[in-house]
Nanobody, 123 residues
Framework: VQLQASGGGLVQAGGSLRLSCAVSGGTFSSYNMGWFRQTPGKEREFVTALSRSGGRRDYADFVKGRFTIFRDNAKNTVYLQMNSLKPEDTAVYYC?????????????????WGQGTQVTVSS
């Protein structure tokens, strides 16, 4: 299973970005999907997760009301729409697939990971 994240870049505070994560080599519709982020010297932190059916979402408090996760099973892709970006959102963002239907916030429960895409928000 391969995950390819894209869509990162440099944006001013208050701006928006949409990240994409294309999944290949597996059964995308059977995976819960998550987004995590990491900054240098810190542990990878949970951002959001979406169930395989698309009916259940979980968001970290610091992104509620600003970020939206959604998926297109026909395209084997999960997206992260990020609005009202803040400088503290600067990080490398990773998508991940949970093949065991655990639906948690813990990185260790995710089975497959993308390579990460850099998001930089300037003040």
């Amino acid at each position: 299973v391969q995950l390819q994240a894209s869509g990162g870049g440099l944006v001013q505070a208050g701006g928006s970005l949409r990240l994409s994560c294309a999944v290949s080599g597996g059964t995308f519709s059977s995976y819960n999907m998550g987004w995590f982020r990491q900054t240098p010297g810190k542990e990878r932190e949970f951002v959001t997760a979406l169930s395989r059916s698309g009916g259940r979402r979980d968001y970290a408090d610091f992104v509620k009301g600003r970020f939206t996760i959604f998926r297109d099973n026909a395209k084997n892709t999960v997206y992260l729409q990020m609005n009202s970006l803040k400088p503290e959102d600067t990080a490398v963002y990773y998508c991940a697939a949970d093949a065991d239907n655990t639906f948690t916030r813990y990185p260790r429960t995710y089975d497959h990971w993308g390579q990460g895409t850099q998001v930089t928000v300037s003040s």
